[in-house]
């Protein structure tokens, strides 16, 4: 007999050894029971977490011969439930909607669904990939869907809902299948490998359950994988040797070098990380996703429940989580989202992602304009006393001629001289007088920029009249 993969050898063949979708089993269970199957179901979900087992196990325990009625606990042992686990069963047909997409297809699925079934109690059409179906296939669709025979019933299965019309799915009862957690994926390769009497390390079983990124089939695949290298003993070094490093370890060397500022080292990590055969756009991925877990255990604590690792590797998470702060961790994502989908239309993909990872890494050497901006608005409220230089540099007069040489009540100080470059030139500038005209014609105040004198204000010289003229058109031309 031909060797049977794991992915077939150990599918759910009920509704209670369904792993990670517990509660749409229950709702199935409860509407058998109640007699309140709908006509029609769409289940969703990324790949292998269970929607065509969910929709095997559905047509087992309607058409379970064994029972007198539709069961919510199929025997399993039948005719009809042995026929329909091999997808062998005459009354439940599966379509591949990608290869059989046409309208022909559809209206020859109507015609055979007025027939009554062979043997079992419905009908059952299970659908994949619905959304491969054409636009005519689905209009040719929708009447039946709506309102098929008594005897029949269709489930629908699709990775990719947006893409099934709304007219179909509001003739649907629609099931959103969960992507499986690394816990329940890890417990379920546990039992797997104590069958199978194997040895497995649970480091090895958590990093296949990580690396399966929430699919159970995958999971089993690389079981598979690794047992076909060692069928006795799962360890490190054999996962090391036959699956790549996992992208939690990459993508932590990257953004170590990262927190050290170091675009060298984040360079290596970087190549290390793309000859293991990962694309670019596929390692941004991995990259987003490990900023997301730093982000979480930095806002939400090391002990939140959104991120779902070891106890070991949470550790390691929250240490390198603290190197930076949450608004960095956000900066992050949104500049890899940019790359992720600039390497898809480019042909230098590796230039915009070593570019990238040197940005990140010098991230540090920019300033927050937040500081710089709350420095200037002090800088530029605050009240400076004039400068002594410019007291110096009157020419000598009476004593109430040093009077004249300050601002007037009510007028608006000049700010504080900046704490960098030279003092003396500072001093000149704002002494100077066009600087001060200018000044005065923007603020609106009556800033004297008369020489010290016993002059009145209203004995001025022709000589301050037109340079006062002058600076207006200075201004106005400006």
């Known amino acids: 007999m031909s060797y049977r993969v794991l992915a077939r050898a150990y599918r759910s063949t009920t509704f209670d050894e369904v792993v990670g979708q517990e509660a749409i089993a229950t709702t199935l269970k409860n509407a058998i029971r109640s007699g309140r199957v709908h006509h029609g179901y769409l289940f969703t979900g990324t790949r292998g977490v269970g929607k065509t087992s969910m929709a095997r196990i559905l047509a087992k325990a309607l058409n379970c011969l064994a029972a007198d009625a539709p069961t919510p606990t199929p025997c399993c042992k039948c005719a009809s439930c042995t026929a329909v686990a ?105 039992t797997i490998a104590q069958t199978e009497g194997i040895q497995a390390d649970e480091a090895v079983l958590r990093r296949i359950a990580r690396l399966a990124n929430g699919s159970m089939r995958d999971a089993l695949s690389l079981l598979d994988k690794l047992l076909s290298y060692d069928p006795q003993r799962l360890t490190s070094a054999v996962v090391d040797e036959v699956i790549p490093p996992p992208h939690d370890e990459l993508s932590l060397a990257v953004l170590e070098a990262v927190a ?178 200018v000044k005065e014609a923007v603020e609106g105040t009556l800033l004297d920029v008369r020489p010290a004198g016993p002059e009145s204000p209203a004995a001025a010289s022709p000589a301050s009249t037109d340079e006062a003229e002058e600076g207006s058109s200075l201004f106005a031309a400006g």
């Open 260 to 437: 050290r500022s170091d675009p060298a080292g984040a360079l290596l990590a970087l190549d290390v990380a793309l000859q293991t055969g990962r694309t670019v756009d596929r390692f941004c991925d991995h990259l987003i996703d490990h900023v997301r877990t730093l982000m979480l255990i930095r806002v939400c604590g090391a002990d939140t429940d959104l991120v779902d690792v070891g106890d070991a590797m949470r550790s390691t998470l929250a240490e390198q989580a603290g190197q930076f702060d949450a608004p960095t961790y956000v900066y992050m994502i949104a500049l890899l989202e940019d790359l992720r989908h600039s390497v898809r239309s480019s042909g230098a993909a590796r230039a915009l992602a070593d570019a990238a990872v040197v940005r990140l890494a010098m991230s540090r050497q920019f300033s927050d304009i937040a500081p710089l901006l709350e420095r200037l608005e002090s800088a530029s409220t605050s009240p400076a006393e004039s400068p002594p230089a410019s007291r110096q540099a009157a020419p000598p007069g009476p004593t109430d001629a040093k009077k004249n040489d300050t601002i007037e009540p009510g007028a608006a100080k000049l700010p504080t001289p900046p704490s960098i470059g030279n003092p003396k030139q500072w001093e000149r500038a704002i002494n100077d007088p066009l600087v001060r005209k």
């Open 86 to 190: 091999e997808g062998q069963d005459i009354d439940v047909v599966e379509i591949d909607a990608a290869s059989n997409n046409g309208v022909d297809n559809i209206r020859e699925l109507r015609g055979n669904a007025t027939l009554h079934p062979a043997r079992a109690r419905f009908k059952v059409y299970i659908i994949d990939e619905v959304h491969m179906l054409s636009a005519g296939a689905f209009n040719a669709l929708l009447k039946t869907l709506e309102e098929p025979p008594s005897h029949v019933k269709f489930i629908l299965a699709t990775t990719e809902t947006h893409k099934v019309p709304a007219t179909i799915q509001s003739r649907c009862q629609r099931f959103d299948f969960r992507a499986i957690g690394v816990r329940a994926i890890a417990a379920h390769l546990a």
